[in-house]
Structures are given as C-alpha cells and as structure tokens.
C-alpha cells in the first residue's frame, strides 16, 4: 500500500485485522511515508497535501519544523476525514510509533465514519481543497496576490462565526398558513358562548385585531426574518461582493465547517484512538522487547498538568469509566437512588454491557453531550480534575474549587461553540439605515475589546455599511459600534454622540 516499506505493510495488514476483529468499521486507510519536513507542511495544511497559498500556512510550517529541528514538538500521526482515509508515518520513527500510529489512526477513521458529527463532512474533501487551491490562484493571477491575500485575511479573521449545528437540522419545506384560531389567539379564552360578547367586546375585539396586524407587518419588513447565526452565509448572499469575493468568502466558509466536527468532537476523538490504541498495542501487537518504549511514549501523551486539560488523558479514562460502569451495571433508576457508600462502592450485577455502550457513545455524542452525560463526581476525584485561578500574590495556579458542579460547568463552557462567543445578526437594516445589528449572547463573560473592535472593522470591509454590536460590557447593556473611520461605545438605548461622556473613539 502506498510507498510502505514490506515491513510496514505487513504490520499495516495485521493492525487492520485487529482493528476489524474488535468491531472497528473504517474506510479503507491509506498509509504513506515521509520525511519530517514533509509532515510539518501537510500538518501546516490541515493534514491536506494541497491549500490555496497563503502566509498564515507558511508562518505555520515555520513553527512546526523549527519546533521540530529543536527537540521541542514531535509529529507522530496524523489523518484526514475523508473516503478514504489518508494517514501519514513518519520516516525515521521506531517499528514500535509506528505501529503505535497505525493502531490510532484505525481508532479515528472508525470515528471519523460512524460518529453523527462527521455524518455531513465532505468525504471527498482532499479533491476539494485541490480545486480551492485553485481557483484562488486564478484570482491572485488576475487581481493580484496582495488584493486578494488582504481579502483573505479578512474572511480568515471571521471564519468562526457560523452556525456550526446547522447542518444537522433538517429545514421545513414551507410553513402552512395560520389556522383561524391561531390567527385569533389575541382573544381571551370563552367557555361559554353566552358570554362571548361580555369578556371580548367588538371594540377590544378591534383593537386587538389592529395590534395583531401591526405586528405582523412589522415581522414581514425585517431583515432577515429570524436571526441569522451563520453570518458568513448571509454575508456571501447579501454583502455587496464581487464575484470573486463571493467565492471566497465561500471557499472559506465551506473549509470551516469541514474542520468543524473535529473542533465538536476533540475529547472524544482523541479519546477513542487512544482507548484502541492502547487496547490493541498491550492485547495483540507489542512484542515483549518494545513494552517499555510503549508505556514511555503513552505516558507521555496521556500527562496532564495539574491546571492544564489534555483531551487524551480525559477522553481515554472516561471511555475506561464508562465500559467499567456499564460492566458493573452502574446506571438506571436503581443505581442513582442508591445512597448506601459501602452498596455503591461494591456494586457488580455483571450486566457486561460496556463494549456495547462505548460503541453506542462514539456514534451519538459530541464534546458537550459526553461530558454531560458521563462525567461523574468520582471521576472528577480520581482524575483530579479541579478549578484552577492564578494567584497574582504567588505566581502561580492554585486550586479555586472542588466542587463538581462548578468543574462541569466550566468543561462545559469551553467546550459550547469552542469556548468563543455565540454572535448572530439580528437586523440588517439597523435604524433603516442599511446598518448591521448584530447581538452576543452574554453568558456571564464579556468580549475581549480588542477581538470585538478588529471583528467589527473587517466586517465593515464586507459589508460596506456601520457595523454595531449590542452585548454586556462591565455589567451594563453596551452598543458598539464601527462605520468606517471610528469606533464608537456607548449605553444600550442611547444615541451616540461624538460629545458624549461615555463615547470611546479609536482610528480607523
């Protein structure tokens, strides 16, 4: 297969084996082989061979062979979700990484085709980003490379805000018209119909009838309809684009939201390869003479720093957990209106279902719908899993709090919408001025002003028009706000004045 040496393949064909004797379902997996520079510009890439050209991928590629020339970062695997699956070995690696590598890469093509995030990915994506890389390039031959370069930072700069839950829901055709007792709902409810005309008279009847109507009216002029959280779709539709931009701008879109479920799914993901990994290296391909490099290199991967978060460590131990539980029979009504400690701890009805709910897991869930479900306050205990602040007296992270609840929540925080901030459009015709009203939805953290006033600038740069932005800053109701040469702050509700004492300006 592919340029492996016969050693490799034959190793190739053996870990296959194991992989589909356990239950592992791939897409057939290319292996290939190459050099460490080689590696470090496909990991630039994404894992793809091929980009459009741009500086972000070399200022990336730098890091990552100078990162490896110093001793400080080695790549040892890496794949791509697609059909088939390419994986990369490094040349150079022991027999015992490679086989490590070939044993986890079957764990995240399994993932990769059986998890629903992935469901709706491109599976043919190595040929797509061919075919971006392209088109970019006849753009940078007719426009130039800095036109369409400083275009492209701009789009880069806003490829986060999409919807990322949009593909997986399934849109309605058309809406059916208002049944009359819908259309009617302003009226108070009758029982008896005697005493219709005394709880709604004819002139409340009107005047209810008017404000209904009014309402209505006002929902058919705005624009969009409903709030719009793929802003880069509405952008693509109505910014005033050129034909060029347009495309862009889409190939930039449709590249985020490829790369999207890897971001929903990291823990999990990298949990599951190392769950196999480890499996199938200590059950069926470890040599007596390679044991000891095994457990060196795992080791190494699976620490996690006492403030730090490694998805492989948590992911891993909490597939264990859950197999374990699920072995026990530790779930269900009975289980959780258990108090007895001692009843707990040795609680065993030998259900032996923990392979089967594994499976079921990786199938159904994400990130947030993983650690919700299954983490445990006695995970959290032997895995020591804590709040962590830094102490500005000491210099150093000291443990904030132990208590559960507090540390799922923040897991959970981070890992909704990759910890960034939830934006949307909310008008498009701001004011009736042609203006963009977007809104954050404040869960207790503000914005960064620097990220929010650079985002708002090089939204005006697509749109044309202001930009503003209604969120929370300081505890109070804040509109921002960028059209074309100042960047404005002011109270939600009031006007802005260039004479205002609470009025912010910065250049352009």
Not at 61 to 80: A, F, N, Q, T
Not at 412 to 436: S, V, W, Y
Request: one cysteine or more; charged letters at 25%; aromatic letters at 12%.
């Amino acid at each position: 297969m592919a340029n492996l040496t016969p050693e490799l393949e034959a190793e190739r064909v053996k870990i296959c084996q194991y992989a589909k004797d356990v239950g592992l379902d791939c897409f057939e997996t290319i292996f290939e082989l190459i050099t460490y520079d080689q590696i470090s510009q496909f990991a630039a890439y994404g894992g793809f061979p091929v980009r459009y050209p741009h500086w972000k991928f070399g200022m990336e590629y730098e890091h990552l062979s100078k990162s490896y020339e110093y001793g400080l970062s080695k790549i040892y695997e890496m794949v791509i979700n697609t059909d088939p699956c390419y994986a990369y070995l490094m040349e150079g690696n022991a027999m015992m990484d490679q086989k490590l590598v070939m044993a986890h890469v079957y764990g995240h093509c399994d993932f990769f085709k059986n998890n629903i995030w992935f469901s709706k990915t491109n599976r043919k994506m190595m040929d797509q980003m061919a075919n971006h890389a392209t088109r970019i390039r006849r753009y940078i031959d007719r426009y130039g490379v800095d036109t369409v370069e400083n275009f492209i930072d701009v789009c880069l700069s806003l490829e986060n805000l999409i919807d990322r839950y949009s593909p997986y829901v399934e849109k309605s055709a058309s809406k059916s018209a208002p049944s009359p007792q819908q259309d009617a709902n302003y009226l108070l409810r009758v029982d008896r119909p005697y005493m219709r005309d005394y709880i709604n008279p004819p002139s409340y009847v009107e005047e209810q009838k008017r404000k209904s109507e009014e309402a209505a009216f006002e929902r058919s002029q705005r624009f969009p309809l409903h709030p719009e959280k793929d802003i880069l779709n509405f952008l693509i539709h109505h910014a005033p684009l050129a034909d060029w931009q347009q495309d862009v701008l889409t190939i930039i879109r449709d590249e985020a939201y490829y790369f999207s479920p890897q971001g929903m799914t990291k823990t999990m993901n990298e949990g599951w390869a190392s769950y196999w990994h480890s499996r199938l290296m200590t059950t069926k391909i470890l040599n007596d003479s390679e044991i000891i490099d095994f457990a060196d290199h795992h080791s190494g991967t699976m620490a996690m720093a006492p403030n730090g978060y490694n998805p492989y460590k948590v992911g891993i131990e909490l597939f264990r957990d859950i197999e374990e539980r699920w072995n026990k029979g530790q779930f269900g009504r009975d289980w959780e209106q258990c108090d007895d400690v001692r009843e707990r701890k040795h609680w065993n009805t030998k259900a032996m279902l923990g392979r089967e709910k594994i499976f079921e897991v990786r199938k159904v869930c994400n990130d947030v719908t993983f650690i919700d479900q299954f983490l445990t306050e006695d995970f959290c205990v032997r895995n020591k899993l804590f709040v962590y602040k830094f102490n500005k007296k000491t210099q150093k992270f000291e443990v904030d709090t132990t208590d559960f609840k507090a540390i799922k929540a923040q897991l959970l925080f981070h890992m909704t919408n990759f910890g960034q901030p939830i934006i949307r459009i909310e008008d498009a015709n701001f004011e009736n001025r042609g203006e963009l009203l977007l809104t954050h939805l404040h869960e207790g953290i503000d914005m960064q002003p620097d990220y929010m006033s650079e985002t708002l600038k090089n939204l005006y740069k697509i749109w044309k028009r202001p930009v503003n932005l209604a969120t929370v800053m300081d505890e109070s109701a804040q509109l921002f706000r960028f059209d074309g040469k100042e960047y404005t702050q002011h109270k939600l509700g009031e006007q802005p004045s260039p004479n205002a004492a609470n009025t912010e300006k910065s250049g352009s």
